[in-house]
């Protein structure tokens, strides 16, 4: 994986990660797995601990493939399809609940209601929302928000944490980006 970390000194702590390729984005997913997950060892992932992860970026940033590698790094081997059509993708998986989100093609906010997103924002499960701006007003807050962007040939990842929970996960995130081999965009 080739990725560059900047930090900034403001309070919100924003990681920004160049992502040279299609299985560097993936290998972000895996490490927010790692960073978001109880695991016991180094390279392993544990029971997740819960949260909620909004991604923004155009239509072909890497939102779905970032979330692709999240969900294979909780355990699930089949196809990770994006939830354009159904809204909402669950994986029950051995090592928790994941439910994986995109919004894209809702015309009003308050659709999210019919969804019933109470039940899926449990503290205990992982929900990761792609277009989460067309839920805004019916939504929590997130704890961790991921925008990606095209940059030359990759991607760029921006990260922000909103709550403590956020934080905890930007800075686990951040050790374990510091044990890997960083390349240059
Ligand atoms: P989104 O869900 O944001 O619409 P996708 O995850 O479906 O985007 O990705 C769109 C395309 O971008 C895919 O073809 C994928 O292979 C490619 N891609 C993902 N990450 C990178 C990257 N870091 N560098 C280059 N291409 C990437
Ligand atoms: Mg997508």
Not at 63 to 72: A, F
Not at 138 to 161: N, Y
């Amino acid at each position: 994986m080739i990725v560059k970390t900047d930090t900034t000194g403001a309070a919100d702590t924003a990681l920004s990660l160049y992502l040279a390729d299609e299985a560097s984005t993936e290998e972000l997913g895996k490490l927010l797995a790692m960073a978001s997950s109880q695991s016991t060892a180094d390279n392993e992932v544990g029971p997740t601990l819960g949260g909620r992860l909004f991604l923004s970026g155009d239509l072909g940033a890497g939102k779905t493939t970032l979330s692709r590698g999240i969900v294979r790094a909780y355990g699930h081997h089949g196809a990770v399809k994006s939830p354009t059509y159904t809204l909402v993708e669950p994986y029950e998986l051995v090592n928790g609940n994941i439910y994986h989100f995109d919004l894209y093609r809702l015309s009003e906010p308050e659709e999210v209601e019919f969804l019933g997103v109470e039940d899926y924002f449990s503290p205990r499960n992982l929900c990761i929302i792609e277009w989460a701006e067309k839920g805004a007003g019916f939504l929590p807050r997130p704890d961790l928000r991921v925008t990606l962007s095209i940059e030359g040939e990759g991607r760029r990842a921006t990260l922000g944490a909103d709550t403590k929970r956020g934080h905890e996960i930007t800075q686990n995130l951040l050790g374990l980006c510091q044990n890997r081999q960083f390349g240059t965009p």
